[in-house]
């Protein structure tokens, strides 16, 4: 995700667009042999200028934002959710269709200047071309305007790798779980936030030997049921399951938490129907405190308790996946 941050330029709307291809367009003289063959050769070379400037611009704008074309994966679900993919693909269209539309308008009105028979044609054809273009690129404000935004939106995301096998603490807020996630982190985890979530989300990476893990803990998303949560908390909920590689679930049975385990279940149980099909560990945290401790395994995030233990449990469900997925290759 990193490259195409950089490659987003600055989006301008439509009349700052403009403003800075006439200015550029302004400064232009070229001498001719007769003052009729400068005027002619200066409004060649200003059309020519506008024309280039605006369009090697919008398809830069173009080409700037990440191709999508996996539906269904975590960052084509994300950028869904965070502006809207179909409204994206669309404004996107919209700028590529106004550099077509510029191109030809400047092809066009080029030649009409070069067969222009008088400085008063000349002059008129150029006029036209000005008044032609500045319509077809005032077009897309809408466009450019909601792009600036995407952008915006897009630059400020936390970097997740997709690629890298990924671990997503699940459980009720206060229960341990960004404890446990700077536990097992081999650096220090970086805290950023989602526009759909109301707290930071906490990424953290584990190395095991050659292997780097991802892991991910997201409060606002995996803490509360189902039915509780808005459209843009499910839709996130869905784009974090793409991610998924292992959950790992954390219930704190001393309820010091502030839940009581009842609701806690409950939650697990959710988050189980959610997550069908992805491997998933149950710890009971904080076994330094009382508590109604069950035959789950058993962690202290806080005096690493247990941890070591369930980091190899983790390693073993992702040999476990590797080799499933070795099975399924063609021979």
């Not at 700052?16 to 001498?31: C, F």
């Not at 084509?76 to 994206?88: A, H, P, T, Y």
């Not at 400047?106 to 067969?115: E, P, T």
């Not at 305007?145 to 690629?163: E, G, I, W």
């Amino acid at each position: 995700m990193t490259d195409w941050k950089r490659k987003i330029p600055t989006i301008m709307t439509s009349q700052e667009l403009l403003d800075k291809a006439y200015a550029r367009a302004s400064k232009i003289t070229v001498n001719g042999a007769v003052p009729f063959d400068t005027v002619k050769k200066t409004n060649i070379a200003k059309i020519t200028a506008i024309g280039d400037m605006t369009i090697v611009t919008l398809l830069k704008y173009v080409r700037g934002f990440p191709k999508m074309e996996k539906e269904e994966d975590f960052f084509s679900q994300l950028v869904d959710v965070i502006i809207g993919q179909d409204k994206l693909k669309i404004s996107l269209s919209n700028v590529s269709w106004c550099a077509e539309k510029c191109s030809e308008l400047q092809r066009k009105y080029l030649l009409k200047v070069r067969r222009a028979p008088n400085i008063d044609s000349v002059a008129k054809s150029t006029k036209e071309f000005y008044g032609r273009f500045s319509s077809v690129v005032k077009r897309i404000n809408e466009d450019l305007v909601f792009l600036q935004k995407a952008r915006d939106s897009l630059k400020v995301l936390p970097t997740v790798d997709p690629d890298l096998e990924t671990i997503v603490i699940a459980g009720y807020p206060n229960v341990g779980k960004s404890k446990l996630v700077e536990k097992i982190s081999t650096a220090n985890p970086t805290v950023a936030s989602y526009p759909f979530t109301t707290k930071g989300i906490i990424i953290g990476h584990l190395t095991k030997g050659w292997r780097t893990y991802q892991i991910i803990d997201t409060p606002g998303l995996l803490d509360r049921e189902l039915e509780e949560r808005n459209s843009i908390e499910l839709q996130a909920i869905l784009a974090l399951k793409y991610l998924a590689d292992v959950i790992v679930f954390v219930i704190d049975p001393s309820e010091s938490c502030g839940y009581s385990t009842e609701k806690q279940i409950a939650l697990l149980n959710s988050v189980k129907n959610n997550f069908n099909g992805i491997p998933m560990i149950e710890v009971e945290n904080k076994c330094d405190l009382q508590g109604n401790f069950t035959d789950r395994r058993k962690i202290s995030g806080e005096t690493g308790e247990g941890v070591d233990e369930m980091v190899d449990e983790i390693e073993k469900l992702f040999k476990a996946k590797r080799l499933e997925n070795m099975d399924k290759l063609p021979e």
